[in-house]
C-alpha cells in the first residue's frame, strides 16, 4: 500500500449566492483578483467564478442568480468547514480592524495565537472568514510549516500547553545551526561582555 503525496491547496470552492455579490466581497473586501468565469461544467444553471488569494492557488464560487442567502452563519455540523483563514502581512494586518469598520462589518478584534495574530469575521453568507499574520519569520530556504514542527516539539519536550514565542524563537535557531554551516566548534550562546 502507497500513501498519495499532496503538494499543496490546488482550489477552495464554496457555494455563493449571486455572481456579483460574489465579486463584490472576494475581490471589492479581501483584494483577491477576480480572473476566471465560466460556466460550472456540472450545472449549467450555475456560475463558476476563480479568485487569485494571492498565493497563485485558487478560491472558486459556485454562484446562481436564484439562490439567496440562507444562513447566519454556515453550519457547524461535523464534516462542515468551520472557517477560511487567509494570511496578509503585517502592515496590512494592523488596518484590518479599522478597513472592516468603515464597511460596517463587525469582527472579533485582534486575537493573539502565539505564533499568529487572527482577526475573525463572516462573508455576506456567514461563512467565517480569518486574516491571520504570523508573528515569526522562517529562515530563508525554510517554511512556516519547518518552524511549527520545530516549535512544537520544543513545546511538548517543555510541558507548554502551547506554542509561545520562545518556542518559535528557538526553532528559528535549531533550523539555522542545521541548516547553515559554521567554522565555530561550538555555535552555543556567549556573553561577550
Known amino acids: 500500500m502507497q500513501k498519495i503525496q499532496t503538494l499543496g491547496v490546488h482550489h477552495i470552492t464554496l457555494t455563493g449566492a449571486d455572481r456579483q455579490s460574489s465579486i463584490d466581497f472576494w475581490e471589492g473586501v479581501l483584494g483577491m483578483p477576480f480572473i476566471f ?40 455540523d461535523p464534516g462542515c468547514v468551520h472557517h477560511l483563514a487567509f494570511e496578509v502581512d503585517r502592515a496590512m494586518f494592523d488596518q484590518v480592524p479599522a478597513r472592516l469598520e468603515v464597511r460596517g462589518i463587525g469582527h472579533s478584534g485582534v486575537k493573539d495565537r502565539g505564533f499568529m495574530h487572527s482577526i475573525y469575521f463572516k462573508d455576506p453568507l456567514g461563512q467565517l472568514i480569518e486574516l491571520a499574520c504570523y508573528t515569526f519569520i522562517p529562515p530563508r530556504g525554510s517554511s512556516h510549516a519547518e518552524v511549527m514542527l520545530e516549535a512544537h516539539k ?22 539555522v545551526e542545521r541548516g ?11 556573553n561577550p561582555y
Do not use: C, W
Open 154 to 175: 520544543l513545546r511538548v519536550a517543555a510541558g507548554d500547553d502551547h506554542i509561545q514565542r520562545q518556542h518559535l524563537a528557538d526553532a528559528v535557531v535549531k533550523i
Open 37 to 76: 468565469d465560466q460556466p460550472n461544467l456540472d450545472d449549467p444553471d450555475e456560475g463558476h467564478l476563480y479568485f487569485d488569494p494571492g498565493d497563485g492557488r485558487l478560491i472558486t464560487i459556485f454562484t446562481n442568480e436564484n439562490r439567496k442567502r440562507v444562513h447566519n452563519r454556515t453550519p457547524m
Open 180 to 190: 547553515q554551516a559554521s567554522l565555530s566548534t561550538d555555535r552555543g550562546a556567549k
